[in-house]
């Protein structure tokens, strides 16, 4: 199919929803091209980010479908079309051209190669041993990040330049995680220093923005393409875990079909099916998103609106009974990574909600329900802030403790400045725009801070 037939096909699709809204009674002509000129923006964007027209054209119809009341009307009575056409889309390319059985191809291709990658340490003397397992929890993304880059890379033919630097950021990381004479603490054979564990643990985080900067192209500045990488992002976890829970599934019958026949599979699922299931699914789960991302990204949407009213609860309970009862937050590793995690979730939240909120929608109810979410994960930030300050200043600084007050300060700038815009959005002083853009602009300085942790820690604190 050539070029004109794609904007021939589009055309007659846009011709047939305009036909359909003249049809309606009531609907002046001026309504109806400033609906279509909607529309084709909508179409031009989503094309730009990477999706074929036909799904460009129905996820604009759907959009426009939550916007407008007749929009809405055609894209429920043509429902059944647009499913088939949006399901189909991805795989409707010319067979002579075979961009989508290439692709197909390329990313199978490295997904067994990120399988196998993880296996390849063995033939250089590093098994699967308890005295190898820092060696693992150090490159474990190291194994898959940098073949995701590589299909990014292919997909968008970027320009050398990016090339050249993407490779070399993961190259830098390379010899970083494996370069460092970490302590080895007493304890189990093979147990990691705590700056090893944290490297182990920003590492992924610094890595993901490199992967991203391939994702949008070297466009890293844009902040429509840096929304779009969260975008991404999101749907690419639910995928993830979809994909993880039928891969549960997948080991259970392994086992127990080799249990019924008296053969011990446990060890063989353990070294080979479930770490190289794990890395190829994060390879096979971005190309499903890539192939679908119109029909997985309304689930991010749905699932924030479903949990931030949940996690808000949650969270002004926690602080009413520590308030209640007088008790602090206990400055202890495993709950510090905890609370840090849960204070993250968090920030997914307001990040998802804001990627899928219109700009231009006036506020509603569960805009002050986001901004509630948001200042009491600030002021649990700011107890715990406290909290780590006060062991600090009690018992002296370790690598964990410098690095959870880092963290929680990183936190605290981004909770604190998205509730000062979204409180001046609220109160009618300013608009939602700046509200999305610090999200994205401020995604390289976590990018920055693990950089930071992964590089000087190490050294700053003897490696241990």
Not at 97 to 113: H, K, N, Q, T, W
Not at 164 to 193: D, E, H, K, M, Q
């Amino acid at each position: 199919m050539t070029t004109s037939d794609v904007e021939n096909a589009l055309e007659l699709q846009i011709e047939q929803w305009r036909s359909y809204l003249r049809r309606r009674r009531g609907i002046h002509q001026m309504d109806v091209e400033e609906l279509e000129d909607h529309l084709r923006e909508q179409i031009a964007r989503l094309v730009d980010a990477g999706l074929s027209p036909d799904e460009a054209f129905v996820v604009a119809v759907k959009r426009m479908g939550a916007q407008d009341e007749i929009a809405n009307e055609f894209a429920r009575e043509h429902s059944d079309r647009l499913w088939k056409q949006l399901i189909v889309a991805s795989h409707a390319a010319d067979p002579a051209d075979g961009e989508s059985r290439r692709e197909m191809v390329v990313v199978f291709a490295l997904a067994i190669a990120a399988a196998l990658a993880f296996k390849l340490p063995q033939l250089f003397g590093f098994g699967m041993t308890d005295e190898n397992a820092p060696f693992y929890v150090r490159n474990i993304t190291l194994f898959v990040l940098p073949l995701l880059a590589g299909y990014f890379i292919w997909k968008r033919a970027m320009d050398v330049s990016i090339r050249r630097w993407v490779a070399l950021a993961f190259v830098a990381a390379a010899v970083v995680a494996n370069i460092f004479p970490f302590a080895r603490p007493g304890g189990p054979a093979g147990t990691p220093s705590d700056t090893e564990l944290l490297l182990a643990m920003h590492l992924p985080i610094a890595l993901w923005l490199v992967v991203g900067v391939a994702y949008v192209a070297g466009r890293w500045r844009d902040s429509a393409a840096r929304m779009n990488y969260v975008r991404f992002s999101g749907e690419l976890f639910i995928y993830y875990v979809l994909i993880a829970l039928g891969g549960g599934v997948l080991v259970a019958f392994t086992l127990g079909m080799y249990a019924a026949i008296g053969v011990n599979a446990e060890s063989a699922v353990q070294e080979w099916l479930i770490p190289s299931g794990a890395l190829a699914a994060v390879i096979v789960g971005s190309w499903l998103v890539e192939a679908k991302q119109s029909v997985i990204e309304n689930m991010a949407p749905v699932l924030t609106r479903l949990f931030t009213p949940l996690f808000a609860a949650m969270l002004i309970l926690f602080l009413g009974t520590m308030a209640w009862s007088g008790r602090g937050i206990e400055i202890e590793r495993n709950i510090l990574i905890a609370f840090d995690l849960l204070l993250v979730l968090v920030l997914a939240l307001l990040l998802y909600s804001v990627s899928a909120r219109d700009p231009h929608a006036p506020r509603d109810t569960f805009d002050f329900l986001l901004v509630a979410l948001v200042i009491s994960a600030l002021i649990a930030v700011a107890v715990a802030l406290a909290a780590i300050a006060a062991r600090i200043s009690e018992l002296g600084s370790t690598p964990n403790r410098m690095a959870a007050l880092g963290m929680n300060v990183v936190l605290l700038a981004n909770l604190g400045g998205s509730a000062l815009l979204y409180i001046r959005f609220l109160s009618g002083r300013g608009s939602f725009v700046p509200v999305e853009r610090w999200q994205t602009a401020y995604l390289p300085v976590y990018g920055a801070w693990a950089a930071f942790v992964v590089i000087v820690f190490p050294p700053l604190f003897g490696y241990r």
